[in-house]
């Protein structure tokens, strides 16, 4: 988490490591006995170009576990659960090949990401049932929408 920001209820943050060797190196991402893992549906993999936004959407049963393994993203979530002691809370986390981490995304819980540095972003999903094509639960908003209080732009200064 950086130093501004706020963690949204419910949400995770695992710190990965590389376990490197001479033929290269292994990450651990996620494990069954995490203690915030909460089910299995699939796993995808999904890109993001330099400067491209992916946002906003949430989900009302999905649980997401993110990953970036190439690349590096701002990942910014936004509660907008009104039971929530976090409603309201924007929490932004610059995260991948430099700064590895699993975060879990609560259901409900608004997010997106932008692709930053001069690589493509490659980033690992795992999510807590499997996607449901004709009927999906993804449920989005624009990324420049005014019910979320964030700006994507690059933050100079």
Request: glycine share 8%; net charge negative.
């Amino acid at each position: 988490m950086d130093a501004k920001d706020t963690m949204i209820e419910g949400v995770a943050i695992k710190w990965l490591h590389h376990i490197p060797d001479e033929r290269g190196y292994l990450m651990e991402m996620l494990r069954d006995d995490d203690d915030f893992f909460e089910g299995f549906g699939q796993v995808y993999l999904t890109t993001t170009y330099p400067g491209v936004i992916k946002a906003w959407h949430y989900h009302r049963e999905q649980i997401d576990y993110l990953t970036c393994v190439s690349g590096m993203i701002k990942l910014v979530l936004f509660d907008a659960r009104p039971e929530s002691l976090t409603y309201g809370n924007v929490t932004e986390l610059f995260m991948g090949v430099h700064r590895p981490m699993l975060v879990k995304i609560p259901k409900l819980v608004y997010h997106g990401f932008k692709g930053i540095g001069k690589d493509m972003a490659i980033i690992i999903n795992v999510i807590s049932s499997p996607y449901n094509h004709l009927n999906p639960d993804e449920h989005r908003v624009p990324y420049d929408t005014a019910t979320i209080p964030y700006q994507w732009e690059l933050k100079h200064g």
